[in-house]
Structures are given as C-alpha cells and as structure tokens.
C-alpha cells in the first residue's frame, strides 16, 4: 500500500514538474464557472454555496503552493 502511493506521488510530482501553471489555471477555470453558474442557475443550494468558488480557490492556492517548491 505505501510503494503504491510512493509510485503515484512520484509520478504526479514528475507530471506537475513541467506543467506548472496547470493547477491554477483548472483553479482559474473553476472560478469563472462559478461566476457563471450564478447567471445561470436558478437559486438553490450549489448557487448560495460557491461551492466551484471554494474548491478553485483551493486547487489555485495549492497550485502556486506547488510550482514553488518544484
């Protein structure tokens, strides 16, 4: 169980090594499509939530977090 995740923390770190933007960038992509959904949807629990809002905020943070210390 543990060399497994070894190998896919390996592996993701390889990955995001030479694609740095791409975290805050998906985060980015989140963002807007919460700005979006509250044009679009009618009111209800996802649009009072912001829920896309909260995790793109998430994955961009964690993103740049990333790319600095690779």
Do not use: C, T
């Not at 896919?8 to 989140?30: N, T, W």
């Amino acid at each position: 169980m543990i060399s497994w995740l070894s190998n896919v923390v390996d592996k993701l770190s390889e990955y995001f090594a030479h694609r740095r933007g791409l975290l805050p960038l998906v985060g980015l992509l989140f963002i807007f499509l919460n700005l979006l959904l509250q044009f679009f949807l009618p009111p209800g629990w996802l649009k009072e939530s912001d829920l896309f809002l909260h995790i793109g905020l998430i994955i961009a943070i964690f993103g740049l977090m990333l790319a600095r210390a690779l």
